[in-house]
């Protein structure tokens, strides 16, 4: 078992940086590749970005691409996801998730563990 906690959400204007964590706690971090969702109202939850157990390779979303980077520290058993340029189009919960490494990483169903989510909202 793994679990997840976000934390950093909040109402910030458009333009803009925020950056969210994801502490995790149970099985060693560095075994799951991570990644982060979220879900606008009404809509179905999607991938943000997704990054490799050495955080050595990263995966965007086309909307945040150049605009978020997600990280990781292994020794604290932290993720990040730190947004810049935010427009009102990026308020959602944001989820973290963990996987198996095997899986693909943009796939939803790929995620064994979720966190509980965290709002952000965007004004313009």
């Known amino acids: 078992q793994v679990q997840l906690v976000e934390s950093g959400g909040g109402l910030v204007q458009a333009g803009a940086s925020l950056r969210l964590s994801c502490a995790t706690s149970?099985?060693?971090?560095?075994?799951?590749?991570m990644g982060w969702f979220r879900q606008a109202p009404g809509k179905e939850r999607e991938f943000v970005a997704g990054?490799?157990?050495?955080?050595?390779?990263?995966y965007y979303a086309d909307s945040v691409k150049g605009r978020f980077t997600i990280s990781r520290d292994n020794s604290k058993n932290t993720m990040y996801l730190q947004m810049g340029n935010m427009k009102p189009e990026d308020t959602a919960v944001y989820y973290c998730?963990?996987?198996?490494?095997?899986?693909?990483?943009?796939?939803?169903?790929?995620?064994?563990?979720w966190g509980q989510g965290t709002q952000v909202t965007v004004s313009s």
């Open positions: 998730a963990a996987r198996p490494s095997y899986k693909n990483i943009y796939s939803i169903k790929s995620y064994d563990y």
């Open positions: 149970g099985r060693t971090f560095s075994d799951y590749s």
């Open positions: 990054i490799s157990r050495n955080g050595v390779n990263t």
